[in-house]
């Protein structure tokens, strides 16, 4: 059945337990509110966040380990002799997944039933016939076991989600029987539901925090196992990325991480200025008239699609850089550039950097403005010496986000720069011309992670290596940052 009912079973349980909470707290009290410690609301809501608390905790936490426990337990009956020579026991058990849920579809549409996937098990062409009608895809020719191996793994999935639906019903009854029995004039409803919801409280910070620790050890774990299958001086201090997953490849940094700072910079060279301008003049010069209309403009920019943009650097910005630019100077024949990318990517920021300095400008006490033309400045002279210095951490922080979204864009770049790494071999003039191909630390990572990829090997472990470096350059941007925050505040205390 669908989870979404059991979630509805669960909802269910809790208003229930809230009317009938509510009304036995009043009815101990005889009718008079006046008699119940808290009001009737609080001893409702006690019993609901009773149920509800546990009966999701324990959902949470099994739709999370059944996945890791039943592949474990499958993984085990694949014999050696099913996984073929040049695939991994991870692309297997992608098959079996695929077969698992085609016989969950064959059984589900009437199309066959489970006395026949049982007795079908060993014709494992025709069930591979039945399985394409459904549109179940498969790679390459699957080993019968494999589809012994789907049978099972689907029991073992039909009867960890009925448990989980006994489990999660039981506990979600226990916390409205224990509630309920509870609920008496006297009880500390309101103090109850105040510690509850301030628990569920910390659990909803808690989330970003072990999400952060989470990201941060996964990709430790699988940079160590890259490291310890490529030489790490290789990876940081070498000049060439070429990947080669016959076992020959250059992993090397350096070239990604000077196009993704080249890109960045010149993003970040048009979206600050302009960004910075276009807050200033609605923050301090434009009319409410204008202001009303210019802004949402403005901010239109953020909720575009990457891809979007990727298209229009592909489509117009590319062509005409390259034919009004890079052909007449002689500095590169293609569309796809550094230049294409940079001046998209920052039209993109645009509204990052206007809107957040936008609201830190306006947020500026107006005592200082006033204080200001009291003192006879003009109304540029306070822009510049008051208003801008006061705003100052505000538009750093602004220009970290900027920076730290173009650092981690991908579509643009692909279809802007295109896909090739910075050439260090050809020289200085190759790497500071804007007008060369380049791609990006992001780019990479995506391509080394597409595909049926081994991910024992090299050359898909170096993405985890590639995203724990960017992972460190953001960090070191925050820093720099805060830095810079704490540096010119001690002007103004």
Not at 214 to 240: C, K, P, Q, Y
Request: charged share 15%; net charge negative; no cysteine.
């Amino acid at each position: 059945m669908p989870l979404i009912w059991l979630l509805a079973a669960v909802l269910l349980i809790a208003s229930v337990g809230y009317m009938m909470g509510r009304s036995r707290a009043l009815a101990s009290g005889g009718g008079d509110i006046r008699a119940l410690h808290s009001l009737p609301n609080y001893y409702g809501a006690n019993v609901a966040l009773t149920v509800l608390t546990p009966a999701l905790g324990v959902l949470i936490v099994w739709l999370i380990a059944q996945p890791m426990v039943v592949d474990n337990r499958i993984s085990g009956l694949i014999p050696e002799s099913a996984i073929p020579e040049n695939s991994t026991l991870g692309l297997v058990m992608s098959d079996v997944r695929r077969v698992s849920d085609g016989l969950n579809l064959l059984v589900s549409t009437g199309t066959m039933t489970e006395d026949e996937i049982t007795r079908m098990r060993s014709e494992f062409t025709n069930v591979r016939d039945r399985l394409g009608e459904v549109g179940v895809a498969l790679g390459g020719n699957v080993d019968p076991s494999v589809l012994n191996a789907a049978q099972a793994y689907r029991d073992m999935a039909n009867t960890g989600r009925n448990l989980m639906w006994a489990v999660v019903l039981l506990v979600a009854a226990g916390g409205f029987a224990a509630s309920y029995m509870m609920t008496q004039k006297d009880f500390r409803a309101r103090n109850t539901v105040e510690r509850g919801i301030l628990m569920v409280l910390i659990g909803a910070a808690s989330i970003a925090i072990l999400t952060t620790l989470g990201i941060v050890l996964s990709m430790l774990f699988e940079t160590r196992n890259f490291f310890a299958a490529h030489d790490w001086r290789d990876f940081f201090f070498g000049t060439v990325w070429a990947p080669d997953f016959r076992g020959d490849s250059e992993l090397a940094i350096l070239p990604l991480l000077w196009g993704t700072l080249y890109i960045s910079f010149i993003a970040l060279l048009v979206a600050v200025p302009i960004g910075l301008f276009a807050a200033i003049y609605l923050s301090e010069y434009a009319t409410k008239r204008v202001r009303a209309v210019a802004k949402p403009l403005i901010e239109i920019l953020a909720g575009i699609p990457t891809i979007v943009y990727g298209l229009f650097a592909l489509i117009t910005i590319g062509p005409l850089i390259r034919d009004y630019l890079a052909l007449p100077l002689s500095l590169g024949e293609s569309s796809s550039n550094v230049m294409t990318a940079g001046l998209v990517m920052g039209i993109m920021l645009i509204p990052f950097v206007s809107s957040l300095s936008d609201d830190i400008i306006n947020a500026v006490p107006q005592a200082m403005r006033d204080g200001s033309y009291g003192l006879g400045a003009t109304q540029s002279e306070t822009i510049r010496q008051v208003i801008i210095p006061a705003a100052l951490p505000g538009i750093v922080g602004a220009v970290l986000l900027a920076a730290s979204r173009a650092i981690g864009e991908t579509m643009i770049v692909v279809l802007g720069a295109g896909a090739a790494a910075a050439q260090f071999d050809r020289g200085l003039g190759h790497l500071a011309n804007p007008f060369e191909a380049m791609t990006t630390v992001t780019v990479k990572i995506v391509s080394q992670l597409t595909g049926d990829t081994d991910f024992a090997s090299p050359e898909t472990l170096v993405a985890f290596a590639l995203g724990l470096t960017l992972f460190v350059i953001t960090l070191g941007l925050n820093v720099l940052a805060l830095w810079i925050v704490r540096r010119y505040r001690e002007q103004y205390e």
